[in-house]
Nanobody, 115 residues
């Protein structure tokens, strides 16, 4: 059974950094495209960043220049490096990865940025 396990969230001061990880466990031969979304009270789920299986990336305007999405195919994992964090980045972050013909979602990890 395939699962995505997220880690790396937490509480950080404005201007700080966090690195989120999303790793696929179970019987996984390879992973396809991956993405990070975020959601919070009063906000719709927002696409933060996406990476294709070939490594092409795109970002929400609100995080360009601050966040970097990457992947490690050998580890079946996708990462989100978040620098210069702002209080408005406070949300629950969810990853998804395409594996085979399905899209799998992580359980979510809380990111809180204090001013």
């Amino acid at each position: 059974q395939v699962q995505l396990v997220e880690s790396g969230g937490g509480l950080v001061q404005a201007g700080g950094s966090l690195r989120l990880s999303c790793a696929a466990s179970g019987t996984v031969l390879s992973i396809g495209a991956g993405a990070w979304y975020r959601q919070g009270p009063g906000f719709q789920r927002e696409l933060v960043a996406r990476i294709t299986s070939a490594g092409s990336t795109n970002y929400a305007d609100s995080v360009k220049g601050r966040f970097t999405i990457s992947r490690d195919n050998a580890k079946n994992a996708v990462y989100l490096q978040m620098n210069n964090l702002k209080p408005e980045d406070t949300r629950v972050y969810y990853c998804n990865i395409v594996i085979g013909s399905r899209i799998y979602w992580g359980q979510g990890t809380q990111v809180a940025v204090s001013s």
